[in-house]
């Protein structure tokens, strides 16, 4: 049973950086054909995509968010990590991580994690 886990800092502050990290158990960051992904969800509203990475390494990213955006990953920690930059109120958000046999198509999904952005 594959099993997906965020974690990082509840709280950040505007202009600072959001790092969040999503450990894999399970399944591998390396698994062929998969795509690990971010998503978030602001309070009262639909899904947004962020970006992903693939099994190979390579990253795509919301047209939107990708200057500030970027996704890694630890193949020896079995992780891939978020790492959006300067952050304003509007980034406030339930952050997800999910694993995606093809893009936007998801079978695992972590718990969430709550993150606002205030000073």
């Known amino acids: 049973q594959v099993q997906l886990r965020e974690s990082g800092p509840g709280l950040v502050k505007p202009s600072q950086t959001l790092s969040l990290t999503c450990t894999i158990s399970g399944g591998s960051v390396t698994t062929n054909d998969l795509f690990w992904s971010w998503i978030r969800q602001p309070q009262g509203k639909g899904l947004e995509w962020i970006g992903a990475?693939?099994?190979?390494?390579?990253?795509y990213y919301d047209p939107s968010l990708k200057s500030r955006t970027s996704i890694s990953r630890d193949t020896s920690k079995n992780q891939f990590t978020l790492q959006l930059n300067a952050v304003t109120p509007e980034d406030t958000a339930v952050y997800y991580c999910a694993r995606a046999p093809r893009f936007y198509l998801y079978d695992y999904w972590g718990q969430g994690t709550p993150v606002t952005v205030s000073s």
């Open positions: 990475i693939g099994y190979d390494g390579s990253t």
